[in-house]
């Protein structure tokens, strides 16, 4: 993974997490297979997925600082970090 400006990654080729998550989902209920493997590989890929980024939002709600990001603070480039993997482009 590339950083860019202040510790947030390179965005231009990825989507963000709640749109894959959605993806994944959709995926899982929709492919055919004959055993069922695929889907629950899927599934599970998903549902990890949304646990991974819940467990991120947590810890950065954590860190909150009262005043503006600052590129110094190890807290707020995890925060920018997280904006930019976790978060739809929306919310950021």
Aim: proline letters at 4%.
């Amino acid at each position: 993974m590339t950083e860019g400006d202040k510790g947030a990654p390179d965005m231009a080729c990825r989507t963000d997490t709640p749109t894959l998550i959605k993806a994944l989902q959709v995926l899982a209920a929709e492919i055919e297979s004959d055993d069922g493997v695929a889907n629950a590989a899927i599934a599970e890929g998903a549902q990890r997925l949304q646990e991974l980024a819940q467990l991120a939002r947590d810890m950065v709600d954590g860190i909150r600082h009262p005043v503006a990001l600052r590129e110094s603070c190890p807290g707020c480039r995890l925060t920018i970090r997280y904006r930019h993997l976790a978060l739809s482009k929306d919310q950021w």
